[in-house]
């Protein structure tokens, strides 16, 4: 069982690229998040899905777009790099109502230079 | 102001002593509070969840919520260096929001 499964693990961007980060999970969960956490800032939330076909916005959605095409996967764009965006990402899922607990995949770290 | 405030550390304790960890929020559609604990270059992973005020134990650890002052606590007895970690307060209404941690050492 594989749970929360990030790809890449690890990504150099220069400024002006662009890339996707994919998440998938295979424990059948309706919520999908996506994190990022910075120094001193902890989790913050970019973008969410509550179930297959649907997406919102959260804390810090600028420069991100996202999908959720299928119920197991959720991918996080960004179209076009910035230093900013230096981070550590980090995808979540749960469900199959809010009040479970969420599973976190391991990260990707992305710089942008 | 944030949703948020989570007390921000770092802290330093010897093996043995009582960690106490510290949130407020200000948002009072929460229901549902947690803990997550984070080690290093890992993914966080729930310690503790409660919906209710009140104290919840579990083991070495204790959640502690406040409903009326939109204060949580959690507090750490005897604690070990392998509780070294990063601890985030976590808030549930129809996303999932978290402070921005406190990181705990634990000397030995």
């Known amino acids: 069982n594989a749970g929360v499964t990030q790809t890449p693990k690890f990504r150099v961007l220069k400024t002006g690229q662009s890339m996707t980060l994919l998440c998938a999970q295979d424990?059948?969960?309706?919520?999908m998040y996506w994190y990022r956490q910075d120094p001193g800032m902890g989790l913050r939330l970019i973008h969410y899905?509550?179930?297959?076909?649907?997406?919102a916005k959260g804390e810090v959605p600028d420069g991100y777009n996202v999908s959720r095409l299928k119920k197991q996967n959720f991918l996080l764009g960004l179209e076009s790099a910035a230093p900013s965006q230096t981070s550590v990402y980090f995808c979540?899922?749960?469900?199959?109502?809010?009040?479970?607990?969420?599973?976190f995949g391991q990260g990707t770290r992305l710089t942008v230079v | 102001q944030k949703e948020v405030e989570q007390d921000p550390g770092p802290l330093s304790v010897p093996e043995g002593a009582i960690v106490s960890l510290n949130c407020t929020y200000s948002?009072?559609?929460?229901?549902?509070f947690m803990w997550y604990r984070q080690y290093s270059r890992k993914g966080p992973e729930l310690l503790m969840y409660t919906y209710s005020s009140g104290n919840k134990e579990d083991g070495r650890f204790t959640a502690q919520v406040d409903k009326s002052s939109k204060y949580i606590s959690l507090f750490i007895r005897d604690s070990q260096p392998s509780d070294s970690a990063t601890y985030l307060c976590a808030f549930n209404d129809y996303k999932l929001s978290f402070g921005a941690g406190t990181t705990v050492t634990v000397r030995a």
């Open positions: 948002n009072s559609a929460f229901q549902y």
């Open positions: 979540a899922s749960s469900g199959p109502v809010r009040d479970t607990e969420a599973f």
């Open positions: 899905s509550v179930g297959e076909g649907t997406t």
């Open positions: 424990m059948n969960h309706e919520y």
